[in-house]
């Protein structure tokens, strides 16, 4: 089946969403502004503009596709901090196949 040419004149190709745990209040996918690339992300992440994050979902509209990032995401944090980090500073816990948590282990 051929597809519908794209409308949109300009994609970010990865487009990153937060699911965000606010403990009683539950779990809600984090409002997004049109800053949702990985760069912003990963800055946000580390100015701890979630409370805690347990699923990041990448999207890449011009392809139409989606997929969970959440363990990329923690790599790449991983690798950024390591220079300032004592070992083991930075977990990422998997407690189920499907969900992840992103979090500072406290000492």
Not at 41 to 63: K, M, N, T
Not at 85 to 96: F, Q
């Amino acid at each position: 089946m051929p597809r519908s040419p794209f409308i949109v004149p300009h994609v970010d190709p990865d487009t990153d969403l937060v699911l965000n745990d606010s403990g009683r209040l539950g779990r809600a996918w984090c409002e997004a502004d049109e800053g949702t690339d990985r760069e912003t992300l990963l800055r946000r992440l580390l100015d701890d503009q979630y409370s805690h994050p347990v699923r990041i979902v990448g999207f890449d509209a011009a392809e139409g596709r989606s997929r969970d990032v959440t363990i990329d995401i923690g790599d790449e944090l991983r690798r950024t901090l390591q220079p300032s980090l004592a070992p083991g500073a930075l977990s990422i816990d998997e407690e189920e196949s499907y969900r992840c948590t992103i979090g500072f282990m406290t000492p």
